[in-house]
Every structure is written in C-alpha cells, then in structure tokens.
C-alpha cells in the first residue's frame, strides 16, 4: 500500500471479537485519529485492528484463571515425568497449581503443574 508504518490496535471482550466488531472499530478509530492535533503519525501509516487470536498467550495468573475449562498449550522450564510440553484442558488453576486434563495415548490423565515452572501457556485449538 505505500506504507512502511502500522499502527495496531489488539482489542478483546468477552465471548471474542468478530470481523465485523474489528471493522466497525476501525471505522471509529480512523476519523479520531485523523482529528489529532499535532498529528502523532506524520508518516503515512495502515491502521490494524485485530484480536489477539484462537491460540493467544496467556501470560497472567488473570488470564489462566479465566481460562479454566478452555484447552491449553503449556510449556514448562523443567519436565514432569520427562514431558516438558501438556496439551489438554485446564481443569483447575488455584493462583499456584494448574491442573490439565490431557490424552496419553488414548487414556485421560491429570497432570498437576506448578505455576512457577511454566514457560510459556497459551489457549489452544482442539482438534
């Protein structure tokens, strides 16, 4: 499009955004911006709305407790019982302890996970 800037914009509420709810922000936001004075973005820019997605990071306590009963991705910095990645559902998260339900094999397991060994977590897609 001619322009080396973008402007992102990630917006979120409950039951996830929609392409209509982004393209109805985008339509509010653009003439606000353009209303700015001094203009804070000289250069020619494209503006982007979006969410943060099906697979997002969830990077707070917050976000996991409110991610209870949704299937999760969890990375961990050290192994339980020689696993350092758990796919499955979030069971339980007490602020200290997650617990997943996940497949091995084709047998449900719970796993318990202290929140200070967890790397990375983020919502994931069940398939």
């Not at 992102?8 to 409950?14: G, P």
Request: glycine share 6%; aromatic share 6%; hydrophobic share 40%.
């Amino acid at each position: 499009m001619g322009s080396d800037y973008v402007l992102s914009i990630l917006v979120d509420k409950e039951g996830g955004i929609s392409v209509e709810d982004t393209t109805e922000l985008t339509e509010i936001i653009s003439p606000l911006l353009d209303q700015i004075s001094p203009d804070p973005f000289p250069e020619q820019y494209m503006l982007e709305v979006s969410s943060p997605g099906l697979e997002r990071s969830l990077k707070t306590k917050e976000a996991l407790e409110k991610a209870v009963g949704s299937h999760v991705n969890v990375s961990l910095y050290k192994a339980i019982d020689k696993v350092k990645v758990f796919q499955g559902d979030l069971v339980s998260f007490d602020g200290e302890t997650l617990t997943i339900d996940y497949l091995d094999k084709t047998r449900h397991k719970l796993v318990e996970i202290p929140y200070q060994t967890v790397a990375k977590a983020r919502l994931a897609v069940k398939l």
